[in-house]
């Protein structure tokens, strides 16, 4: 089986060193320079260090070479570009399945990627999925355990995506709730933000865990509401992947959140990271859309006043905490 990776950022890096372990893997990037210091190098420095590449790991800057070369497409690719890769993999091969990794809503339009699809598949029973869960890549490509939550709509890709991972340090679980897996590794990345905050104005423990449980709670409302299974957000996809990026080192989204509290702006925050905070765009298009379908969720909205500047982090807490006393739910 041979696999192509879309996407050479830390992510989709780590993902095919992991399935270059044990297949013939195609990694693709949009800059031709970033390919070319990557074949030099053997390794991904911009992104991930100088962690060596497996032989069975290529490279190239030829989109039609990628996809057209492998069994099976593995998007890692900002949610940004999401569509505009679906439209291209399916002009080149509109029968070639789909995996993506990539955790967000799309600015403007405020669909999931799951939605995304939708629109631009030629064949319209053609199997995809989404490959999510708490994972860091920095973590992976040291062979650190990492377990993860595959969902699809056909068993058979299902089995076909595990085998490419399923080896070594990362274990794979199998689902079939697509839309429960994406709402959750893209709503998390809101609730790490406020973690952020609470961390950066030492709020202590007690806080995040606050955070942390009620946010899973908004993760949860609003997933139901897209049909999505209650069970996934009790697993890894759901409160597992909210746990590590609220807590973890490599947060990127709880790091703009610690800088908020700083009292820094956002521009300079964003400019300063160097890689994509997925938490602040999905924050604006799930503003957009619980204002139409009446779901509530207030660590949301706080933290999208936060980042419209529309009041400060330290008020956004005081929100929060003055809320009316209700039932948990």
């Not at 009790?234 to 009292?263: F, K």
């Not at 300063?272 to 765009?281: F, I, K, R, T, Y």
Request: a negative charge; charged letters at 20%.
């Amino acid at each position: 089986m041979k696999v192509a990776v879309l996407g050479a950022g830390a992510w989709g890096t780590a993902l095919a060193i992991q399935a270059a372990k044990a297949f013939p893997v195609k990694l693709w990037a949009r800059d031709s320079g970033h390919v070319s210091g990557m074949k030099k190098a053997r390794s991904n420095p911009k992104y991930l260090g100088d962690f060596t590449f497996p032989d069975q790991l290529e490279l190239t800057s030829t989109l039609d070479e990628a996809v057209l070369s492998s069994d099976i497409v593995i998007s890692s690719v900002p949610t940004s570009a999401f569509a505009e890769i679906i439209q291209k993999i399916q002009t080149i091969d509109p029968n070639k399945s789909i995996i993506w990794t990539n955790k967000g809503l799309e600015a403007g339009s405020s669909l999931f990627p799951h939605e995304i699809i939708q629109d631009y598949l030629v064949n319209k029973e053609l199997a995809y999925g989404v490959l999510s869960g708490p994972s860091f890549a920095a973590e992976l490509v040291r062979d650190l355990p990492t377990a993860v939550t595959l969902a699809t709509t056909n068993p058979e890709l299902s089995n076909s995506v595990a085998k490419i991972f399923h080896h070594g340090s990362m274990r794979v679980y199998l689902s079939d709730d697509i839309a429960g897996v994406t709402v959750g590794g893209s709503l998390k990345n809101i609730i790490a933000i406020a973690s952020g905050i609470s961390d950066g104005m030492g709020f202590g423990n007690n806080a995040r865990a606050a955070l942390i449980t009620r946010g899973i709670a908004e993760i949860t409302r609003f997933g139901k509401a897209l049909n999505a299974s209650e069970e996934t957000f009790i697993g890894l996809a759901g409160i597992g992947d909210l746990l590590l990026t609220c807590t973890g080192q490599y947060s990127r989204n709880r790091e703009v959140g610690i800088r908020l509290a700083e009292g820094k702006s956002l521009d300079e925050i964003l400019s300063s990271l160097g890689h994509v905070a997925e938490g602040v765009n999905a924050c604006y298009e799930v503003f957009n859309r619980i204002k139409h379908e009446n779901i509530d969720m207030p660590i949301t909205c706080e933290v999208y006043r936060v980042l419209t500047n529309e009041i400060s982090a330290k008020d956004a807490v005081k929100n929060l905490l003055s809320r009316s006393l209700t039932t948990e739910n």
